[in-house]
């Protein structure tokens, strides 16, 4: 099975960028279509942006739409999610995830398998 860490998160001030990082370990991560997550305190956790297995297609939540953009280095292993014009809103913790789902893009927690243990993001105003 696959392994993922979770790095870049930071304190940053409203305005600001932050580009988060997944290394995968265990498994290549060509295997899996990803996604990044977040959950805030007292909320659920909630899907940002997905990366499909095949074929590169995304998804994006309608709060990451224009402001976020996920990628995937299959070469390297690695997932992206570079975040612009952060809000508070944005602050939380952040996750990781790699879904066994083929074709199309994985949405929902339940579609996913593998989770890293999260890296917090804090947006200051």
């Known amino acids: 099975q696959v392994q993922l860490v979770e790095s870049g998160g930071g304190l940053v001030q409203a305005g600001a960028s932050l580009r988060l990082a997944c290394a995968a370990s265990g498994r290549t991560l060509s295997s899996y279509a990803m996604g990044w997550f977040r959950q805030a305190p007292g909320k659920e956790r909630e899907s940002v942006a997905a990366v499909s297995r095949i074929g590169g297609g995304t998804y994006y939540a309608d709060s990451a739409k224009g402001r976020f953009t996920i990628s995937r280095d299959n070469a390297k292993n690695t997932v992206h999610l570079q975040m612009n014009s952060l809000n508070p809103d944005d602050t939380a913790v952040y996750y990781c995830?790699?879904?066994?789902?083929?074709?199309?893009?994985?949405?929902?927690?339940?579609?996913?398998?593998?989770w890293g243990q999260g890296t917090q993001v804090t947006v200051s105003s």
């Open positions: 995830a790699a879904s066994v789902r083929r074709f199309g893009v994985p949405m929902t927690t339940s579609e996913y398998a593998y």
